[in-house]
């Protein structure tokens, strides 16, 4: 059988895995054993499977295949932050970041090929849209960072303890993959993390909120970025199609059944576009009625963009308005990793476009940034929002 007729299996949670085993006449607890070989201990040999007998592992051998993307670089930060580049079968590229603490180690994963999204601020978006990854290719960056990390002599202090789908992509329009990824990664035959250690991180496709409050009880975080619809209109465009009217009571029911959990809210800090006292009012009005805590982000450049970060006092002004006034848990997020890129935004893989979106952030076609909000254009490159009436239901 040719590679590309076998089954990938890094594409299976447990309950697909079982429907494979099923499907080829074996026992479905064989499942929960393949799963613990692959993830447990990174063996995508079948004839190194010793609890399973002979036959089954020729059979194996004859009908699928352990497939992953290959690392195509890879860099480590001055602060000990690393990067991979992921380069995929069709030779599209991905972006995987894993930052070090002192009590954890988080994983930042991707779940497209680029963003259709386009926030005005984030260098994925600027790459266009290819496709979707697929299960095995989400999982596949789990998989690729544990053994990775596994072969430092320092081991202790490079574990995967969190994994945030905050890379590439918006998780929600790859929502059946994502899901099955995350499942993988919190069964204890996969990676066994906690509910409270799988971050999903949206820019409000409201209903697949929705769906996914009622699939999965992982971590919420959501691309807020603006106080109000005016602004957040052109640092997410999405928001034309779901506004905030829409997306705040999905959110102040998100967790109603678990009301010690909060939804992180992420705002970067923009200077003169979103970080005056004003907005930082409006934001305490805005999340008044719901459990949150706001995670400041310090804008990271990247190529072609007008922005610059809000300085240092006016973000602590900021944090403090939110924290004294408005009694908000708000905390400001250390940059890592952007020596190398890695910080948050500044993700871009490889991306075979089909938005024609790197041509038109080329060759600037709108002035929406200082006709709309004031910020002035020195390199007369400009954004290209993304018709939000393009995304699906």
């Known amino acids: 059988m040719n590679i590309s007729d076998k089954v990938n299996l890094m594409d299976f949670n447990k309950k697909s895995m079982s429907n494979f085993f099923v499907s080829i006449d074996e026992k479905p607890y064989r499942a929960?054993?393949?799963?613990?070989?692959?993830?447990h201990f990174g063996v995508t040999d079948f004839s190194e499977m010793s609890n399973l007998s002979k036959s089954l592992r020729a059979k194996l051998s004859e009908k699928a295949t352990i497939s992953l993307p290959e690392i195509?670089?890879?860099q480590k930060s001055l602060d000990g932050t690393r990067k991979w580049l992921l380069r995929l079968a069709d030779n599209n590229c991905i972006e995987t970041v894993f930052i070090p603490e002192d009590t954890r180690g988080t994983l930042c994963i991707s779940s497209q090929v680029g963003c259709a999204l386009n926030c005005s601020f984030c260098s994925t978006g600027k790459?266009?849209?290819?496709r979707n990854l697929t299960t095995a290719e989400i999982i596949g960056q789990i998989f690729i960072a544990v053994r990775q990390l596994s072969s430092d002599q320092k081991l202790n202090e490079h574990q995967v303890t969190n994994v945030v789908m905050m890379g590439m992509g918006e998780p929600l329009l790859n929502f059946d993959n994502v899901i099955?990824?995350?499942e993988i990664m919190m069964d204890d035959h996969g990676y066994g993390l906690s509910k409270r250690r799988v971050t999903l991180s949206t820019s409000g496709i409201v209903p697949q909120m929705e769906k996914l409050s009622a699939l999965s009880d992982v971590s919420l975080a959501v691309s807020l970025h603006a106080p109000n619809n005016a602004l957040r209109n052109i640092l997410v465009p999405v928001n034309k199609k779901y506004p905030l009217e829409k997306l705040m009571p999905v959110c102040q029911n998100y967790f109603k059944n678990e009301p010690r959990r909060k939804i992180?809210?992420?705002?970067?800090?923009?200077?003169?576009?979103?970080?005056?006292?004003?907005h930082a009012y409006e934001l305490i009005d805005l999340l008044k009625?719901?459990?949150a805590k706001i995670n400041l982000i310090p804008f990271n450049?990247?190529?072609?963009?007008?922005?610059?970060?809000?300085?240092?006092?006016?973000?602590?002004r900021f944090r403090d308005i939110l924290i004294r006034e408005g009694g908000m848990m708000t905390v400001t997020r250390k940059t890592r990793g952007d020596d190398i890129d890695a910080a948050c935004g500044q993700l871009a893989g490889k991306v075979f476009d089909r938005t024609r979106r790197q041509k038109q952030y080329r060759t600037g076609v709108s002035e929406i940034l200082i006709n709309q909000i004031g910020v002035k254009h020195d390199n007369k490159e400009s954004v290209v929002p993304m018709d939000s009436d393009n995304l699906g239901e």
């Open 32 to 39: 929960a054993q393949v799963l613990q070989w692959i993830h």
């Open 264 to 278: 992180t809210f992420e705002y970067v800090m923009l200077s003169g576009v979103n970080d005056q006292e004003k």
């Open 127 to 130: 790459q266009g849209f290819s």
């Open 72 to 74: 195509a670089t890879a």
């Open 289 to 291: 009625n719901i459990p």
């Open 180 to 182: 099955s990824a995350m």
């Open 301 to 316: 450049s990247i190529p072609n963009s007008d922005y610059i970060c809000s300085s240092k006092e006016t973000i602590n």
